[in-house]
C-alpha cells in the first residue's frame, strides 16, 4: 500500500502503484529497489525477497546430510556444503543460517582463535549463533530447529528450547532444567535413551554436547560419577554453563547422600534470581537427608 505517493519507479522504471504492488507481490527472488516521491520529498525503498521453494530446501538438506556423513567440520567440508546447497537458489537464507552456525561451531571449538570477540565483546561464535538464529527461526526444517534449540539451551532459554520437540534430547533436557528451577517434581531417570533421529546431535559443539549429557544423566544416584568427572573443569566453562552443571550437579550429589557437595553446589546458586523457588525445596530435602 502506498500514501501521499504522485510517482514510483521500480528498480528504475516508472509505474503505476497498482502495477507496482502487483509486480513485487509476484517476486519471490532478488532485491527490488522502489523509490517513491511526492514533489519534492523522494524516498528509496530496497526489499530483499527470498521466498524459498520446497525442492530448493530439499538440497539444502541434502547437501547438509552429506556434510554430517562425512564426519569432517573445516572450512574447506563448510565451503564444499555452500558450494552443493548454492543449487537451491531460493534457499539462500536457510544455507547462509546452517553455513553461519556451521562456523560458530568452529570458532568455538578452537579452530580460530577463540579469544576473538566482536564489537559487544562477545565471542565471536555467540556472534554467529545469534545470526545463524536469526536466519533459521522462520524455517520449519529439523535441521533450522535443532540450531534453534540448541542456542537457546545455551543461553539458558529453557522455555524456547522446550518447545523444539522434533529435538527430543534438547526438549527433553531443558524441560528438566525448566521443571527444577520452577520447584517441581522433576524426571528423576536418565533422559539419555531418547531418540537421537534429530539433528541435534549431529549439530552441537562438543561442550555443548557435554552439557546435553549432563542435563540428561539420571538424578536417581545411579549416574553420578558423570557428573563428577566434569566438576574439575568447572571454572573453564562459561557461567551460564556452570548454572546447568551446578544445578545438576546438586541434585545427583544429593541423590547419593553427599551432602557436602550438594550443599557446596547448591550454595553457589543460591543468590541467583532464577532459583529461588528450586534453591528453597533443595534446601528442604539436604536438611531432610542430613537428619
Not at 521466498?51 to 573445516?74: F, G, H
Not at 517441581?184 to 554436547?209: C, I, K, M, N, Y
Not at 557428573?227 to 544429593?254: H, N
Request: charge should be negative; proline fraction near 2%; glycine fraction near 6%.
Amino acid at each position: 500500500m502506498t500514501s501521499d505517493v504522485k510517482s514510483i519507479t521500480v528498480n528504475g522504471r516508472e509505474t503505476s502503484t497498482s502495477e507496482a504492488a502487483s509486480f513485487l507481490a509476484s517476486v519471490k527472488v532478488g532485491v527490488q529497489t522502489v523509490a517513491v516521491s511526492n514533489g519534492p520529498l523522494k524516498r528509496t525503498f530496497e526489499f530483499d525477497f527470498c521466498l524459498a521453494e520446497e525442492d530448493d530446501l530439499c538440497l539444502v538438506d541434502q547437501a547438509l546430510e552429506k556434510l554430517i556423513s562425512s564426519r569432517e567440520l573445516s572450512r574447506n567440508a563448510i565451503d564444499t556444503f555452500i558450494m552443493r546447497a548454492g543449487r537451491g537458489v531460493t534457499a539462500r537464507r536457510y544455507r547462509e543460517g546452517l553455513a553461519t552456525y556451521l562456523y560458530g561451531v568452529l570458532a568455538r571449538e578452537a579452530v580460530e582463535d577463540p579469544s576473538q570477540v566482536d564489537a559487544s565483546n562477545a565471542p565471536l561464535y555467540e556472534q554467529r549463533y545469534n545470526s545463524a538464529v536469526s536466519l533459521l527461526s522462520t524455517f520449519d526444517r529439523p535441521a533450522a530447529e535443532a540450531i534453534c534449540g540448541l542456542v537457546a539451551l545455551h543461553y539458558n532459554q529453557f522455555d524456547l528450547a522446550v518447545r523444539k520437540t522434533h529435538s527430543h534430547r534438547v526438549s527433553d533436557v531443558a524441560a528438566r532444567f525448566r521443571t527444577l528451577l520452577k520447584g517441581g517434581a522433576f524426571v528423576t531417570t536418565s533422559l539419555a535413551d531418547r531418540s537421537h533421529e534429530s539433528f541435534d546431535q549431529a549439530l552441537s559443539d562438543s561442550v555443548t554436547e557435554d552439557l546435553l549429557d549432563i542435563g540428561a544423566t539420571a538424578l536417581d544416584g545411579t549416574q553420578s560419577s558423570i557428573v563428577t568427572q566434569l566438576l574439575p573443569s568447572l571454572g573453564e566453562l562459561r557461567p551460564q554453563d556452570q548454572f546447568k552443571v551446578r544445578l545438576i550437579a546438586a541434585e545427583a550429589l544429593l541423590a547419593v547422600g553427599d551432602i557436602d557437595g550438594a550443599s557446596r553446589h547448591g550454595e553457589a546458586l543460591r543468590h541467583s534470581k532464577e532459583t529461588g523457588a528450586w534453591y528453597a525445596g533443595f534446601r528442604t530435602r539436604l536438611q531432610e537427608v542430613g537428619r
